[in-house]
C-alpha cells in the first residue's frame, strides 16, 4: 500500500509539473503570437497610410504627426479617434482616420479612410478583415482595386441614395456571390464621411487649419 501511495504522488506531482510547463509554454506560445499579430498589424497599417498619402504628396512624418478628434458611434470605434495627419510645409492639407465596418459577412473589417480638408475621399484601404477568401477580399488592394471607386467621392459629389452598391440603386459595384462585404464597407465610409461633415469645424481647429480652407493642389504622385 505504502509503495502505491508512494507511486500515486510520484504520478500526481510528475503530472502537476507536465501541467505547469505545458501551461506556461501554451501562455508564451500566445503571446508571442499576439505580439506577432500587432506587428503585423502595425506594418499593414503603415504600408495603408502611405498608400492613401504617399511620401511624395507631404513633407511631415506622416506616422508620428497625429491629433485625437471627437469620439463618435459613426465611426464605429472605442473612445476618441486618432488620425494621421499629411501636411505641406506645416499646412494640413488631409487626414487618414481608423474606421470599423460592423456588418461584415464574417465580422468587423478595419478600414482606413484617408479625406483632404473639403470632404473628399483621398483613398480607402482594408487593414483587417475575415471576410471569405475568393469573394469577400476582394476589398483588398492585391485582390481587385475596388476600392479605388471611393477615390475623389464626397457627400456633394455622390449624394445619399447613391451610397450603396448597385444591387440596391447605388453607383458602386459588388462582388460576385459576395454584396454583403462591399455593402458594409460603402456604408462605412459614407459614415465617416458624415463624421467629417457633422465635425467639420472641431476637426479642422484640431488638425490646426483654418475653418474655411483654400483648396490645395496634391503634389505629382498623390492618389
Same mark, same amino acid.
Given at each position: 500500500? !505504502?509503495?502505491?501511495?508512494?507511486?500515486?504522488?510520484?504520478?500526481?506531482?510528475?503530472?502537476?509539473?507536465?501541467?505547469?510547463?505545458?501551461?506556461?509554454?501554451?501562455?508564451?506560445? *500566445?503571446?508571442?503570437? %499576439?505580439?506577432?499579430?500587432?506587428? %503585423?498589424? @502595425?506594418?499593414?497599417?503603415?504600408?495603408?497610410? $502611405?498608400?492613401?498619402? /504617399?511620401?511624395?504628396?507631404?513633407?511631415?512624418? +506622416?506616422?508620428?504627426?497625429?491629433? *485625437? +478628434?471627437? @469620439?463618435?458611434?459613426?465611426? !464605429?470605434? %472605442? &473612445?476618441?479617434? %486618432?488620425?494621421?495627419?499629411?501636411?505641406? *510645409?506645416? #499646412? /494640413?492639407?488631409? $487626414?487618414?482616420? /481608423?474606421?470599423?465596418?460592423?456588418?461584415?459577412?464574417?465580422?468587423?473589417?478595419?478600414?482606413?479612410?484617408? +479625406?483632404?480638408?473639403?470632404?473628399?475621399?483621398?483613398?480607402?484601404?482594408?487593414?483587417?478583415? #475575415?471576410?471569405?477568401? &475568393?469573394?469577400?477580399?476582394?476589398?483588398?488592394?492585391?485582390?481587385?482595386?475596388?476600392?479605388?471607386? $471611393?477615390?475623389?467621392?464626397? +457627400?456633394?459629389?455622390?449624394?445619399? /441614395? *447613391?451610397?450603396?452598391?448597385?444591387?440596391?440603386?447605388?453607383?458602386?459595384?459588388?462582388?460576385?456571390?459576395?454584396?454583403?462585404?462591399?455593402?458594409?464597407?460603402?456604408?462605412?465610409?459614407?459614415?465617416?464621411?458624415?463624421? $467629417?461633415?457633422?465635425?467639420?469645424?472641431?476637426?479642422?481647429?484640431?488638425?490646426? !487649419?483654418?475653418?474655411?480652407?483654400?483648396?490645395?493642389?496634391?503634389?505629382?504622385?498623390?492618389?
Amino acid at each position: 500500500m !505504502a509503495a502505491l501511495a508512494q507511486s500515486i504522488r510520484r504520478s500526481a506531482i510528475g503530472l502537476g509539473i507536465f501541467a505547469i510547463i505545458t501551461g506556461g509554454s501554451i501562455a508564451v506560445t *500566445q503571446a508571442l503570437t %499576439q505580439e506577432k499579430i500587432r506587428e %503585423q498589424a @502595425a506594418r499593414a497599417e503603415a504600408s495603408a497610410l $502611405f498608400e492613401i498619402f /504617399p511620401e511624395s504628396g507631404h513633407d511631415n512624418d +506622416l506616422l508620428r504627426d497625429t491629433v *485625437q +478628434l471627437p @469620439a463618435s458611434e459613426r465611426l !464605429a470605434t %472605442q &473612445g476618441p479617434v %486618432q488620425v494621421w495627419v499629411a501636411r505641406d *510645409q506645416g #499646412k /494640413p492639407i488631409g $487626414f487618414i482616420m /481608423p474606421v470599423i465596418a460592423p456588418e461584415g459577412y464574417s465580422g468587423d473589417i478595419h478600414l482606413l479612410v484617408g +479625406l483632404d480638408l473639403e470632404g473628399k475621399v483621398i483613398g480607402v484601404r482594408v487593414t483587417r478583415h #475575415k471576410e471569405t477568401p &475568393g469573394l469577400g477580399d476582394r476589398i483588398e488592394t492585391k485582390k481587385s482595386d475596388w476600392v479605388m471607386e $471611393f477615390n475623389g467621392r464626397s +457627400l456633394n459629389n455622390t449624394p445619399p /441614395p *447613391q451610397w450603396k452598391v448597385k444591387k440596391n440603386g447605388g453607383v458602386f459595384d459588388q462582388f460576385t456571390g459576395a454584396t454583403i462585404t462591399p455593402r458594409a464597407v460603402v456604408k462605412s465610409v459614407q459614415s465617416a464621411l458624415v463624421y $467629417f461633415r457633422q465635425n467639420r469645424k472641431e476637426i479642422l481647429s484640431r488638425l490646426g !487649419a483654418s475653418e474655411r480652407p483654400v483648396g490645395h493642389s496634391m503634389r505629382r504622385g498623390q492618389s
